[in-house]
């Protein structure tokens, strides 16, 4: 054998992965309601402490799908959820597809422009977030084509004592601060023509009672269902639609990679629904192959360790950032992590210096297991290559799962090099995305049919396979920087300041950060005549805040007379990153 992508196991571990599944060809709904049928005594998901059962998971997404049919939606059109984890959401993500629909998912943290290019790039007419987010969308929905806006709390979701305590700190109120800034229009005595209907979500559920024609819509396998958002091979933000089958797929996926995995083990879901992971691996996974998803709708390293310990989690997954946290939470000295199976890293290079820190530190903790990095992109959901079980390799981020193949390539070509020379990662399977939506050009540029008669993800990243098959991470040709795990592209930021008027030209770069892996640092020339000062930076700050996500926020500005330059006239934003690799040096 000389090829990785020959389809014959190539070492006796890889026995414990088949090599081929048969997959699933139906809607990601009826995969979840055929494993209802399947355990209906299990519990789906726990929120905030109250336990819901897969039975009752799929009454309420029926009630809701039927709610969204009665509000007008049809088949095929796009539906914008921007929601942290929480009950709503999974019910109207599984509703929305339920019905037929494509659910466009977006980060509710996200800045009031980047929002606006979502529902616009999307072509949204009905958004759903929770009431506190109103204040975000108020301002922007009259430049988009949303009809509706529905508005969720996460009150309606909690048991009646935690309700109360609820209410008493004011966390989430219908008459929410937001609410209060931005009048809502129906309250208003004067409606304007163009101000889409706000929906609350009480009135919202009720159409459901009203809808008593046919609201379910069969879908296959091949139909998109999910639009997720990244940079693309240009780092310019693009919808990535990505089919049933694509999570179906993940799904059977990552169970056939884990034979430790149970129905009803427990998966702390605190990775967003906005992000091919917490959608792909913490919800849909686990949902659609009986597992048990601990919502949580927002965390920080103390209070994930204390829902891990809290819970007695199976499987974790995080990126390195959180791990790091974890080692120096004083919480957990003493805390029992012999409930975990599965500890999963991706997102950003796990160092191996912070693995066998982290691996120490489970071992101190009862835990039988070591943590396992994969790789992934969102052009293929998430997650389509991880460490085995029983074989590691320093510095590696695994073998591929069932049915995925991966070559590595001269950069940009589809020459095929040997084992042990880098070149560009290659993917193909179940999982590799439809298409880019509205972006035809670059769909074509990173999807390529070839001589093998199979569609290729060109990913842009670089890699080296060895001759086990195990493939070990080198870097990003795509200029793009991790931050916490997030993926933040210079260009957007650079397009952003650069629409400033106090701004001639900027650069953005990532910068070394021993928590973030990498934090977000810009350099701007200002106009001409505009001072070089601290009252000019906080207004440049102030106005990115406003246009840009808050894990995407430059840390620092610093101004130049000029910015370098290659020969041929471009930014060297190369240059800025050695100067402040060389500070860091110099600092110690």
Known sequence: MDKITAKTPWEPWMGEVPMHLDYFQGSMFEAVEKIAEQYPENTAFTFMGTPTRYPEMIRQIERCARA?????????????????????????????????????????????????????????????????????????????????????????????????????????????????????????????????????????????????????????????????????????????VLTNLNFNALGQQVVAANPIFTPGDKMLAAMPLFHGFGLGVCVHTMLSQGGHCILIPQFTAKTYAKDMVKHRCNLIAGVPTLYEALLRLPSMEGANLSCLKGVFSGGDSLSIELKKKFDKFLADHGAAIQVREGYGTTETVTACCLTPLTKAKEGSIGIPFSDVYIKIVAPGTDRELPYGREGEILLAGPTVMK????????????????????????????????????????????????????????????????????????????????????????????????????????????????????????????FREDLPKTLVGKVAYRVLEEEEQEKLKAAG
Not at 168 to 176: G, H, L, R, T, V
Not at 445 to 466: I, K
Request: with cysteine; charged share 25%; aromatic share 10%.
């Open 68 to 240: 969204l049919k009665a509000l007008g939606i049809r088949e095929g059109d796009k539906v914008t959820i921007a929601m942290p984890n929480c009950p709503q959401a999974i019910f109207l993500f599984y509703g929305v597809n339920r019905i037929g629909a494509i659910a466009n998912m977006i980060h509710p943290l996200s800045a009031e422009k980047e929002i606006e290019f979502y529902l616009n790039e999307s072509d949204s007419e009905t958004a759903i977030t929770l009431n506190q987010f109103y204040g975000k969308f108020a301002g922007i929905l009259p430049n988009t084509r949303v009809k509706h806006l529905i508005l969720a709390n996460i009150a309606d979701a909690l048991s009646p004592v935690m309700k109360l305590g609820f209410a008493a700190k004011n966390f989430i109120d219908p008459i929410s601060k937001a609410l209060k800034k931005h009048a809502w229009p129906q309250f208003q005595k004067r409606v304007p023509k163009n101000a889409p209907k706000v929906v609350l979500w009480k009135d919202f559920l009720a159409g459901a009672e009203r809808e008593t024609g046919a609201y379910a819509v069969q879908r296959r396998g091949e139909d998109p269902a999910v639009i997720l958002y990244s940079g693309g091979t240009t780092g310019t933000t693009k919808g990535i």
């Open 435 to 558: 298409e880019y939506m509205k972006h035809p050009e670059e769909t074509a540029q990173t999807l390529r049919r070839h001589s093998d008669g199979l569609t290729w993800v060109y990913t842009g990243d670089l890699g080296v396979m060895d001759e086990e098959g195990f493939i070990f991470f080198k870097g990003r040709a795509k200029r793009m920087i991790i931050s916490s795990g997030y993926n933040v592209y210079p260009a957007q930021i650079e397009n952003i300041l650069d629409a400033h008027d106090k701004v001639q030209m900027s650069c953005v770069i990532g910068v070394p950060d021993s928590y973030k892996m990498q934090k977000v640092k810009a350099f701007v020339k200002p106009a001409a005549g505009v001072p070089a000062n601290e009252q000019t930076k906080k207004e440049l700050l102030d106005y990115c805040s406003r246009h840009i996500a808050k894990y995407a926020m430059p840390y620092d500005i610093e």
